[in-house]
């Protein structure tokens, strides 16, 4: 899911700065939601958000969650693959196709 270039990228930056000393797993969380809302923001007033703005925030979130998976010895493509299978069984095509509605009200 993330490329080696960008894990080694990130983990240069941090090491450069002395970061990884505040990356505690608490730490990284709040950053993901922290990040998630300043992406959010972008649309507050209109779904017409600025790309460039869109993209900054964006990858600020996927670098904290990155940081954060290694943090905790996670991989994400696993994780990811993982949560798809247990999400394909809570919406099965044949019921969740087209619809927003909630596993519980399918």
């Excluded at 809302?37 to 649309?43: Q, S, V």
Aim: net charge negative; proline share 2%.
């Amino acid at each position: 899911m993330t490329s080696e270039q960008v894990r080694r990228a990130l983990q240069e930056f941090v090491e450069e700065r002395d970061w990884a000393q505040f990356h505690s797993p608490a730490n990284l969380a709040k950053s993901v939601s922290i990040e998630a809302a300043e992406l959010l923001e972008c649309f507050q007033w209109s779904d017409d958000a600025d790309a460039d703005r869109v993209r900054e925030e964006l990858a600020d979130v996927v670098t904290y969650c990155i940081l954060l998976a290694e943090k905790l010895g996670l991989d994400l493509d696993e994780i990811v693959l993982e949560k798809l299978r247990t999400t394909a069984q809570k919406y099965p095509v044949d019921r969740a196709k087209g619809t927003s509605a909630k596993y519980d009200a399918l």
